[in-house]
């Protein structure tokens, strides 16, 4: 009779900096008594992280959520912009906030994507971006997608939050699009606590993103635009120098561990486990399974409820879908007819827990609970 874990065994555990590391870095910082406005801790990160991803100019922020919504001002962006309802409040919640109108597009069953083939038939006069998801961290087509930008002249903001890390054929993620965001979120495998960043092609991008995170001041007696207060200080920035070294391992750790769920899983009827990409560079920042009902025996929430009587929280990213929320429910690009592939993923997919601190024997018993549920 398999038990339940002793302690609520959750969906992920951030990866810690050593603590006498960090009260180095600490003191270092205490005795510089410089702990926010672009420090030296925060340049060096930015240094830091634009070698890690390849990117040609970044600059680091307060959290994703902010940088995605100074994004889309860099970027002038107005009127209409296409993204996918698969994804977390965020993404769409940055269009909003610059009374900007999202226009869903479906997603590919597969990658979870926002689907190239549907996004030509949402443009209109009023479009004036493609803001795809990297969701959990599989990389979007992004040659189809640039492709239709340049058609029509669009910009393409990447909401690159889970992607920290990944590469096409050998091309860093940071690479693709105008510009591409990363949260820096303590759940994320690479963090600041809280935190995010902006990849930018063109380094005028750079220079309107650093003044809008700072109250869009331009030099000592100039104030350009209305920015907002999107700094990282200097101990966050210091959490991320001390665990960017880690990020490999971490992600390794990961790798081995989505090996053992799939192959653990690979004989549950009605599991099915995601699968790696062709050509893709991965960083397994979520390990996510979709629910057959009538294969398992029971549905998708059944088995979210039963794994909670074993202490294993899970986590439905992402039900519901953005284009259900009070919010947006109202747009026409909202229908369940319109987004039939985002519902039926919505409805069937399960997070299971994933991070570098797991032990083989708790994913072992994990995917035996999972085993033993099957057949309601
Ligand atoms: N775009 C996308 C596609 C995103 O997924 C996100 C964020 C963003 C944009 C915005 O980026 P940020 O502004 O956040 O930088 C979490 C995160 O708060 C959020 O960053 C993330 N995506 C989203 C997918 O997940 P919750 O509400 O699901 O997290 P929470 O607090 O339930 O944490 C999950 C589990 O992690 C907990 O059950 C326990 C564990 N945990 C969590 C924290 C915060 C810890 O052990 N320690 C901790 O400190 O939103």
């Given at each position: 009779?398999?038990?339940?874990?002793?302690?609520?065994?959750?969906?992920?555990?951030?990866?810690?900096?050593?603590?006498?590391?960090?009260?180095?870095?600490?003191?270092?910082?205490?005795?510089?008594?410089?702990?926010s406005n672009n420090g030296d801790m925060v340049k060096q990160l930015e240094s830091e992280l634009s070698d890690?991803l390849q990117a040609d100019f970044l600059s680091v922020f307060s959290?994703g959520?902010v940088a995605l919504q100074l994004a889309c001002r860099v970027l002038r962006l107005s009127?209409?912009?296409?993204?996918?309802?698969?994804?977390?409040?965020?993404?769409?919640?940055s269009?909003?906030?610059n009374?900007?109108?999202?226009?869903?597009?479906?997603?590919?069953?597969?990658?979870?994507?926002?689907?190239?083939?549907?996004?030509?038939?949402?443009?209109?006069?009023?479009?004036t971006a493609?803001?795809?998801?990297?969701?959990?961290?599989?990389?979007?087509?992004?040659?189809?997608?640039?492709?239709?930008?340049?058609?029509?002249?669009?910009r393409v903001l990447y909401?690159a939050?889970?992607?920290?890390?990944?590469?096409?054929?050998?091309?860093?993620?940071a690479s693709?699009g105008d510009i591409s965001m990363f949260?820096?979120?303590?759940?994320?495998?690479?963090?600041?606590?809280?935190g995010g960043a902006l990849t930018f092609k063109d380094k005028y991008y750079k220079e309107r993103a650093d003044s809008l995170r700072n109250f869009g001041i331009g030099d000592s007696d100039n104030v350009m635009e209305p920015g907002t207060n999107g700094k990282l200080?200097?101990?966050?920035a210091?959490?991320?120098?001390?665990?960017?070294?880690?990020?490999?391992?971490?992600?390794?750790?990961?790798?081995?561990?989505?090996?053992?769920?799939?192959?653990?899983?690979?004989?549950?009827?009605?599991?099915?486990?995601?699968?790696?990409?062709?050509?893709?560079?991965?960083?397994?920042?979520?390990?996510?399974?979709?629910?057959?009902?009538?294969?398992?025996?029971?549905?998708?929430?059944?088995?979210?409820?039963?794994?909670?009587?074993?202490?294993?929280?899970?986590?439905?990213?992402?039900?519901?879908?953005?284009?259900?929320?009070?919010?947006?429910?109202?747009?026409?690009?909202?229908?369940?007819?319109?987004?039939?592939?985002?519902?039926?993923?919505?409805?069937?997919?399960?997070?299971?827990?994933?991070?570098?601190?797991?032990?083989?024997?708790?994913?072992?018993?994990?995917?035996?609970?999972?085993?033993?549920?099957?057949?309601?």
């Amino acid at each position: 009779m398999l038990k339940p874990f002793p302690q609520p065994y959750y969906i992920t555990q951030p990866l810690l900096p050593d603590i006498n590391k960090t009260s180095e870095m600490i003191k270092m910082i205490w005795e510089s008594k410089q702990l926010s406005n672009n420090g030296d801790m925060v340049k060096q990160l930015e240094s830091e992280l634009s070698d890690f991803l390849q990117a040609d100019f970044l600059s680091v922020f307060s959290n994703g959520t902010v940088a995605l919504q100074l994004a889309c001002r860099v970027l002038r962006l107005s009127g209409e912009v296409i993204t996918t309802p698969f994804t977390f409040a965020a993404t769409v919640h940055s269009l909003e906030w610059n009374n900007i109108r999202p226009v869903f597009c479906d997603i590919e069953e597969d990658t979870f994507n926002i689907n190239p083939d549907l996004i030509e038939s949402l443009i209109t006069r009023h479009t004036t971006a493609i803001m795809p998801v990297h969701v959990f961290g599989n990389p979007c087509d992004v040659g189809r997608i640039q492709q239709i930008a340049d058609r029509y002249g669009l910009r393409v903001l990447y909401d690159a939050a889970h992607a920290f890390g990944v590469k096409v054929r050998d091309q860093a993620i940071a690479s693709f699009g105008d510009i591409s965001m990363f949260s820096f979120h303590a759940t994320k495998i690479f963090h600041t606590i809280e935190g995010g960043a902006l990849t930018f092609k063109d380094k005028y991008y750079k220079e309107r993103a650093d003044s809008l995170r700072n109250f869009g001041i331009g030099d000592s007696d100039n104030v350009m635009e209305p920015g907002t207060n999107g700094k990282l200080n200097e101990v966050q920035a210091a959490v991320g120098i001390l665990l960017l070294p880690e990020v490999e391992n971490e992600i390794a750790r990961r790798k081995a561990i989505t090996g053992l769920y799939r192959q653990w899983l690979e004989d549950v009827p009605g599991i099915a486990a995601s699968r790696d990409i062709d050509g893709v560079t991965h960083n397994y920042p979520y390990f996510v399974v979709r629910v057959d009902e009538k294969e398992y025996g029971s549905s998708r929430d059944e088995l979210y409820e039963r794994l909670k009587g074993f202490n294993i929280i899970t986590r439905k990213y992402f039900y519901p879908l953005c284009s259900d929320f009070q919010c947006y429910k109202y747009l026409p690009s909202s229908s369940r007819q319109h987004l039939p592939a985002a519902n039926r993923v919505a409805d069937t997919v399960l997070a299971l827990p994933l991070h570098g601190r797991m032990l083989d024997s708790d994913v072992e018993k994990i995917c035996a609970i999972i085993k033993s549920l099957h057949g309601g």
